[in-house]
């Protein structure tokens, strides 16, 4: 099923690709993200801020992934983002009880319009990473990383 979902993505992906590309009628610098583009990344913190914490969106901010795409074309920030919510939700499931996950997978999409996206990262993907306290669980691990440090 996995496989067969990542053929799938990958396949979308090429076609949104294509899509925009057509859209543009020039090439597209998917590492800039244009003024009339929007900022899924602004979106996506501002919706785990509201539903979740301020810690949150930190956390969310600093994640590498996260802030690698940051800036970039639309596509480029879905893709990423869609990596961070598979890697955190993986991640918690090892150190956490997680049930029904699987309906928070297959709620993220890759391909398709923003909105529909973000409503499913907002309806969905969030609620539950709340409702589980997965940033409280990473915030806590981070809390005690850096006590970690300071005491060497």
């Known amino acids: 099923m996995l496989e067969n979902n990542i053929s799938t993505s ?3 992906i090429v076609t949104d690709v294509a899509d925009v590309e057509i859209e ?3 090439p597209v610098n998917w590492f800039k993200r244009q003024d009339n583009d929007i900022d899924l990344v602004a ?3 501002k919706i785990i801020e509201t539903r979740v914490s301020t810690e949150a969106k930190d956390y969310f ?3 590498p992934i996260v802030a690698l795409c940051a800036n970039t074309h639309s596509l480029v920030q879905r ?3 869609n990596r961070f919510f598979i ?4 991640r918690a499931r090892s150190y956490l009880e997680l049930e029904n996950v699987e309906m928070v997978f297959a709620a993220i999409d890759m391909s398709g319009k923003h909105d529909k996206w973000i409503e499913k990262i907002e309806e969905v993907v969030v ?3 709340a409702a589980n306290k997965v940033f409280e669980l990473f915030l806590e691990a981070e809390k005690e990383a850096k006590a970690t440090l300071v005491e060497k």
Not at 87 to 90: E, K, V
């Open 127 to 129: 609620p539950y990473l």
């Open 10 to 12: 990958a396949a979308n």
């Open 61 to 63: 901010l600093r994640n």
């Open 24 to 26: 543009h009628k020039e």
């Open 87 to 90: 890697q955190i939700l993986l």
């Open 79 to 81: 893709v990423n983002l």
């Open 43 to 45: 979106h996506v913190a």
